[in-house]
C-alpha cells in the first residue's frame, strides 16, 4: 500500500483545517457535529458482534472499539480543557499518551456501553456549556504544551468537531472494508 493511500485511511475526512476567522456559523455547525456524536457512534455500532468490533479502519490501527472507547477517554479529557480554559487564565493542560490508553483494559472491551453512556453524559453537558459562550469566552486560550501552542475555545471546538466526524470516518472505512486492509 502507498504511503498516500496509508494517509487517506489514516486521515479519510483530511485533517482539521483552521478558518483564517471562525464564525458563529462554524461554531453553531461544529458544536452540532459534537452533540450528535453519541447518537452517531451508538448507531454505527450498536449491532456489531464481536468480531466485526475487532475491525481495523486501517493497517497497523485501532479496532472499532477501541476508536469507540477513545472517545470517551478523549472527550472526558475536553470538557476538563474547556473548564480549565474558562475558569483558569491560560491553563497549562494535561496531554495524554492516547495510545497507551488504547491498549488499558477499558479500551478493549468488547462491551461499548459504559462508553456509550459516558459520551451521552459528556456530550450533553459539554453541548450546554459550548451553546453559552460568549464572544469574549470563545477567545479564551489554554496551552497545550505538547504542541508548544494556544488553542483558542472557538479553534478547539472546531478541532473536537473535527475529532468527532474523524473517528466516526473510521468506524465506516472499518466496516466499509471488513477490517480488511
Known amino acids: ?13 483530511g485533517t482539521f483545517k483552521k478558518p483564517e476567522l471562525i464564525t458563529q456559523d462554524h461554531i453553531t455547525s461544529w458544536i452540532n457535529d459534537i452533540e450528535q456524536l453519541p447518537s452517531t457512534l451508538e448507531a454505527l455500532t450498536k449491532n456489531l458482534t464481536k468480531e466485526e468490533l475487532n475491525w481495523v479502519y486501517r493497517p ?7 476508536v469507540v472507547h477513545h472517545c470517551g477517554d478523549s472527550h472526558l479529557n475536553s470538557i476538563i ?26 479500551s478493549t472491551d468488547d ?5 456509550i453512556t459516558l459520551l451521552k453524559g459528556i456530550h450533553s453537558k459539554l453541548t450546554k456549556l459550548l451553546k453559552s459562550l ?13 504542541h508548544g501552542k494556544r488553542f483558542s475555545l ?15 470516518a473510521h468506524i465506516k472505512q472499518a466496516l466499509a472494508h471488513k477490517g480488511e486492509f
Do not use: C, V
Request: hydrophobic share 35%.
Open 111 to 115: 462491551d461499548l456501553s459504559n462508553s
Open 1 to 13: 500500500m502507498t504511503t498516500e493511500a496509508l494517509q487517506k485511511l489514516k486521515y479519510p475526512i
Open 60 to 66: 497497523d490501527g485501532w479496532t472499532i472499539k477501541q
Open 81 to 106: 480543557r474547556f473548564k480549565l480554559a474558562l475558569t483558569e487564565d491560560a491553563p497549562i493542560i494535561k496531554p495524554y499518551l492516547e495510545n497507551r490508553w488504547a491498549e488499558l483494559p477499558d
Open 134 to 146: 460568549n464572544n469574549e469566552e470563545l477567545k479564551r486560550e489554554f496551552i497545550h504544551p505538547e
Open 154 to 168: 472557538e479553534e478547539t471546538i472546531g478541532i473536537y468537531a473535527w475529532h468527532s466526524n474523524h473517528h466516526t
